[in-house]
């Protein structure tokens, strides 16, 4: 499985932006999907997730209310809707893959597989 991470860029407090994540190569719809992000100088922290069919996304609860997972199945491709952006949200933003769902699905452990990550950059 690969990932394509793209959309990221400069924006205000404020604004809206949707991130996207092609995924090519999967095999089962037997899938789920992940976003992580990694502030300057900090650790990769889970942000949202979601099976590819069925379930109910998870949030991390700093962007709950915020930000939301989707998927196009067509397009094969992952969606992060980002939604009154805080300084706080700026990060390098990776997609994230894996077979079957885990429970630990917030550790950066539970995942198989990672995009190469998207710039976001919101200034107050």
């Known amino acids: 499985v690969q990932l394509q991470a793209s959309g990221g860029g400069l924006v205000q407090a404020g604004d809206s932006l949707r991130i996207s994540c092609i995924v090519s190569?999967?095999?089962?719809?037997?899938?789920?999907m992940g976003w992580f992000r990694q502030p300057p100088g900090k650790e990769r922290e889970f942000v949202a997730a979601?099976?590819?069919?069925?379930?109910?996304?998870r949030n991390a609860d700093s962007v709950k209310g915020r930000f939301t997972i989707s998927r196009d199945n067509a397009k094969n491709t992952v969606y992060l809707q980002m939604n009154n952006l805080k300084s706080d949200d700026t990060a390098v933003y990776y997609c994230?893959?894996?077979?079957?769902?885990?429970?630990?699905?917030?550790?950066?452990?539970?995942?198989?597989?990672w995009g190469q990550g998207t710039l976001v950059t919101v200034s107050s």
């Open positions: 979601s099976r590819w069919f069925g379930g109910s996304p």
């Open positions: 190569g999967r095999t089962s719809n037997d899938y789920s």
């Open positions: 994230a893959g894996r077979y079957g769902w885990s429970v630990s699905y917030y550790s950066t452990t539970a995942w198989a597989f």
